[in-house]
Every structure is written in structure tokens, then in C-alpha cells.
């Protein structure tokens, strides 16, 4: 398992924009650029979702809800992968999870860290 820590949560408006970040504070170098890294988000009373994934080259894939508005990013020498959210929207108040994958290993999450959308 690996230690993810999350920030950069908030409360913000309809249309505005926050950036989420996620470390891996334990993890060296060789062995965070294996990992696909990604964000997953859960809204009161539904299923955990998919958000965006990167890989160690930089290759990235987002749900089809957040295209055009949400980036996701990595900085292999930080050990940090980035969510940047613009145009939010109410519906993407939820609390967000920054995910480590690796191909033969159980998924390590973090905390979360809450988004809400609101005027």
C-alpha cells in the first residue's frame, strides 16, 4: 500500500476553479513512475467514479463529464500528480480520491478531499 496524501479542496463558485493535488511522500523516484495515477470522485449517495488517470509518460484519459474542463497532470520528481478543475459545476460537488495502480498490486486511495460547487 501506498500513503497518498490529498489537498486542495474547497468551496467554491458555479464557473470557478480549484486545483487538486496528490503526494506520494514515501515512494521513491523508480518506483512512482510505474504507477498509473489517477482521481476518482463520490457524491453523497452514489458509486465511487472514475475522474481522469495519467500514466508514467503522461498519457491521460478522463471521463466523458469533465473533458474540456478538467486536466490531469504529473510530476514524476515530486512524486505529486495534479488535478486542475476549471468551469465547475454543481454537479461535481463531491469528495475527491487521488488512486495509485499498479499491474499485480491492490489499488492504494487516499483520504479524500472535498469539492463543493456551490453559489
Known amino acids: 500500500q501506498v500513503q497518498l496524501v490529498e489537498s486542495g479542496g474547497g468551496l467554491v463558485q458555479p464557473g470557478g476553479s480549484l486545483r487538486l493535488s496528490c503526494k506520494a511522500p514515501r515512494m521513491i523516484f523508480s518506483e512512482y513512475t510505474r504507477y498509473v495515477m489517477g482521481w476518482y470522485r463520490q457524491a453523497p449517495g452514489k458509486h465511487r467514479e472514475s475522474v481522469a488517470q495519467i500514466d508514467r509518460s503522461g498519457n491521460a484519459n478522463y471521463t466523458d463529464s469533465v473533458k474540456g474542463r478538467f486536466t490531469i497532470s504529473r510530476d514524476n520528481s515530486r512524486k505529486t500528480v495534479f488535478l486542475q478543475m476549471k468551469n465547475l459545476k454543481p454537479e461535481d460537488t463531491a469528495v475527491y480520491y487521488c488512486?495509485?495502480?499498479?499491474?499485480?498490486?491492490?489499488?492504494?486511495w487516499g483520504e479524500g478531499t472535498q469539492v463543493t460547487v456551490s453559489s
Open positions: 488512486n495509485a495502480a499498479l499491474r499485480g498490486s491492490m489499488d492504494s
